[in-house]
């Protein structure tokens, strides 16, 4: 167990449509960082948040956009859903004060559709 | 910029041989490695990492890789592979502090043949 949970699981949605997906992390983990694999491919990051502010950003359009909450919960939401969209969303969270090592814990995701 | 390769996506081993997954990365910086694995329609489980130190690094379910700074690899090796192994292996870099801004190789799927 990561202690990192992710909802929905699954989910389909039409073009052009937006999509919030949900994140919850461990206790003290005050940084989460949100990752989408398409398949067949390896995760890319998307973005990170410390302490509800985003301090860093991957090659990602600005309707990738993020929010982390005190209660070591975040949300991702993608607007003007695209085909391309389609994918694993990963969620992963850390304690930035190095306790773990700069180890980042992964949720089990969201699997997005955009038909 | 940091990338990472893994030679190879797919890799076939009968059970009981020696697992050997191949991981080269590039980074301007000292980097921080790791391994993660991706059983089906699953996240992904850290096997181990290296940070500092020992360059000899022993993770869980019998897995190890070694930091080859001059060969600027980190390749994973199990010595006898179970049928449980099979699943997609992902290696990782990242700049060596506390982001999360991990970089990831394709991933190398790994059968396990009886």
């Known amino acids: 167990e990561t202690g990192v949970t992710q909802s929905p699981t699954h989910l389909i949605k039409t073009r052009g449509q937006q999509v919030t997906l949900r994140c919850s992390s461990q206790?003290?983990?005050?940084?989460v960082s949100w990752y989408q694999q398409a398949l067949g491919q390896g995760p890319q990051f998307i973005f990170q948040y410390y302490r509800e502010e985003e301090n860093g950003r991957g090659n990602f359009p600005p309707r990738f956009s993020g929010l982390q909450f005190p209660n070591y919960s975040s949300e991702l939401n993608v607007n003007a859903l695209e085909l391309d969209d389609s994918a694993l969303y990963l969620c992963?969270?850390?304690?930035?004060?190095?306790?773990?090592?700069?180890?980042?814990?992964f949720g089990e995701g969201s699997w997005l559709t955009v038909v | 910029a940091q990338s990472v390769t893994q030679l190879g996506s797919h890799v076939s081993v009968s059970e009981g041989a020696l697992v050997l997954l191949r991981c080269n990365y590039s980074?301007?910086?000292?980097?921080?490695l790791f391994w993660y694995v991706q059983y089906p329609n699953q996240g992904l489980q850290l096997l181990l990492k290296?940070?500092?130190?020992?360059?000899l690094v022993k993770g869980i379910n019998g897995f190890e890789a070694e930091f080859k700074k001059s060969e600027t690899s980190f390749h994973l090796t199990k010595p006898s592979a179970h049928m449980s192994d099979a699943a997609e292996y992902f290696c990782a870099v990242t700049p060596g502090n506390y982001g999360q801004n991990f970089v990831f190789g394709p991933g190398t799927r790994l059968s396990v043949l009886p």
């Open positions: 980074s301007s910086v000292p980097p921080y």
């Open positions: 290296y940070t500092t130190g020992a360059t």
């Open positions: 206790s003290g983990h005050n940084t």
């Open positions: 992963a969270s850390s304690a930035k004060d190095g306790s773990s090592g700069n180890t980042i814990y």
